[in-house]
């Protein structure tokens, strides 16, 4: 049974940091990419960095581009996000999920984290 378990989340200042973790089991997780997602109160989930299955090439969308970094640890099974300089519009759950998977493609989420950041 896949199970996705996202910690690390909290409340923090503007420019302040924090790094997700994202536990994986019930499948392959070196087989698969990886990403993060978040959501926003009132506005749909959005991808936010996605890590191959060896961590050989990594995207991020724009507006974080230079203030987080995904990496991951196959040998954990677990997925990260350090998130620097956060701003107040990070303010989101945080998501982790491997896009190509069927499970991705039924809809299945882990319960998430947040994360706030303040001004």
């Known amino acids: 049974q896949v199970q996705l378990v996202e910690s690390g989340g909290g409340l923090v200042q503007v420019g302040g940091s924090l790094r997700l973790s994202c536990a994986a089991s019930?499948?392959?997780?070196?087989?698969?990419?990886m990403s993060w997602y978040r959501q926003a109160p009132g506005k749909e989930r959005e991808l936010v960095a996605t890590?191959?299955?060896?961590?050989?090439?990594?995207n991020y969308k724009d507006s974080v581009k230079g203030r987080f970094a995904i990496s991951r640890d196959n040998a954990k099974n677990t997925v990260y996000l350090q998130m620097n300089s956060l701003k107040p519009e990070d303010t989101a759950v945080y998501y982790c999920?491997?896009?190509?998977?069927?499970?991705?493609?039924?809809?299945?989420w882990g319960q998430g984290t947040q994360v706030t950041v303040s001004s």
């Open positions: 890590v191959t299955d060896a961590g050989g090439s990594i």
């Open positions: 019930g499948f392959s997780f070196s087989s698969y990419a």
């Open positions: 999920n491997a896009p190509s998977s069927s499970w991705y493609k039924r809809g299945y």
